[in-house]
């Protein structure tokens, strides 16, 4: 069963890590580059970003103004562990996402201009499973008491797809599923 939503987010680490050949649909999918390795090839990078344009795929890069302004990016990604109130001095037309895990956290991406803010944890994930977790029922009333900005993030794998049915946001964001288990879920989103 496909799941409709306004946008859905990936989160990447490396380019390799998604086959945009997949993609059909257009102005969908945001594809957020976080790569933590500062050797990072250019070229390679500039192919992709003309790629997504070709796909109408919005591309950001996280943390990294020079590197999104240097692949004409559509937009800038601040993680959760961004935490500057210094103005961005931006020269394109950036779009801002952020992300957050706790309400403080939210008033601060919108603080920093975040145009749609990830929350995250909205189910159990693997890497914390101690951590608290939002759930469905928390996340759609946070999404009404904060904003209608926020797109849940985490712990969303294709065994729990169908339950972002009754999450009242415009999309969802997937990290680690992109890569464990890319042809999947991209079945279920494309």
Do not use: W
């Given at each position: 069963?496909?799941?409709?939503?306004?946008r859905?987010?990936?989160i990447?680490?490396?380019i390799?890590?998604i086959?945009?050949?997949?993609?059909?649909?257009?102005?969908?999918?945001?594809?957020?580059?976080?790569?933590?390795?500062?050797?990072?090839?250019?070229?390679?990078?500039?192919n992709?970003?003309?790629?997504?344009r070709?796909?109408?795929?919005?591309?950001f890069?996280?943390?990294?103004?020079?590197?999104?302004?240097?692949?004409?990016?559509?937009?800038?990604?601040?993680?959760?562990?961004?935490?500057?109130?210094?103005?961005?001095?931006?020269?394109?037309?950036?779009?801002?996402?952020?992300?957050?895990?706790?309400l403080k956290?939210?008033?601060?991406?919108?603080?920093q201009?975040?145009?749609?803010?990830?929350?995250?944890?909205?189910f159990?994930v693997?890497?914390?499973?101690?951590?608290?977790?939002?759930?469905?029922?928390?996340?759609?009333?946070?999404?009404?008491?904060?904003?209608?900005?926020?797109?849940?993030?985490?712990?969303?794998?294709?065994?729990n797809?169908?339950?972002?049915?009754?999450?009242?946001?415009?999309?969802?964001?997937?990290?680690?599923?992109?890569?464990?288990?890319?042809?999947?879920?991209?079945?279920?989103?494309?």
């Open positions: 069963m496909f799941i409709i939503k306004k859905y987010y990936l990447i680490q490396n390799k890590d086959n945009l050949i997949k993609i059909k649909k257009h102005n969908k999918f945001v594809i957020i580059y976080r790569n933590f390795d500062k050797k990072q090839n250019i070229a390679e990078l500039q992709f970003r003309t790629e997504c070709a796909k109408f795929v919005k591309f890069v996280a943390n990294d103004i020079k590197l999104a302004s240097l692949l004409n990016a559509d937009g800038l990604y601040l993680s959760a562990y961004n935490k500057s109130l210094k103005p961005l001095h931006l020269k394109n037309k950036f779009e801002i996402i952020g992300s957050a895990h706790n956290e939210i008033y601060l991406k919108q603080k201009g975040c145009n749609q803010i990830l929350l995250s944890k909205l159990i693997d890497y914390k499973i101690t951590d608290q977790t939002l759930g469905i029922v928390k996340f759609n009333k946070l999404l009404m008491q904060i904003s209608n900005k926020l797109i849940p993030l985490g712990g969303i794998k294709s065994s797809l169908n339950k972002l049915k009754v999450v009242n946001s415009s999309g969802f964001a997937l990290f680690s599923e992109v890569k464990k288990k890319p042809a999947k879920i991209f079945s279920r989103l494309f």
